[in-house]
């Protein structure tokens, strides 16, 4: 899957580098460098179908649309990956405290049944098939 991608990599900066030398020649254009234009042109356009061959290749990746709103922002996309990672964390992180403290609830709320409701505790456990409540 890496080939592929270096690939369009590097396809993507041959195109970009045609655009910027396309730049200069249209700034600085003299009817004498028609030629040179229309060679740009050309190579642009051959670039489009390399890019487009390429997209064929990747037509399965998906890329989210808040990572062109990074790119658009001027930010690093690799940053989106960073925060999305970060967010999974503190989800995490909050998730895991729910479990525990859910835990420690039903420990205490069985401590309190069982010294309330001893039999009826007696006879729960003996449906559950354990002898007695796990500590």
Not at 5 to 24: T, Y
Not at 38 to 64: A, S, Y
Not at 96 to 123: C, W
Request: glycine residues 4%; hydrophobic residues 35%; charged residues 30%.
């Amino acid at each position: 899957m890496a080939e592929k991608f270096d690939h369009l990599e590097e396809r993507l900066e041959k195109f970009v580098e045609n655009i910027r030398q396309l730049g200069i020649i249209v700034s600085d254009f003299q009817p004498s460098s028609q030629a040179g234009l229309n060679q740009k042109l050309n190579f642009i356009v051959t670039g489009f179908q390399d890019i487009d061959k390429c997209r064929q290749q990747l037509h399965d990746i998906t890329v989210p649309l808040e990572v062109f709103e990074y790119i658009d922002q001027g930010r690093n996309p690799q940053l989106y990956t960073k925060e999305c990672l970060e967010r999974a964390l503190a989800k995490n992180e909050q998730v895991k405290g729910k479990i525990d403290t859910m835990k420690k609830f039903k420990s205490l709320l069985i401590q309190e049944l069982s010294k309330v409701f001893p039999e009826d505790m007696a006879k729960y456990w003996s449906i559950r098939g354990e002898d007695h409540p796990p500590s």
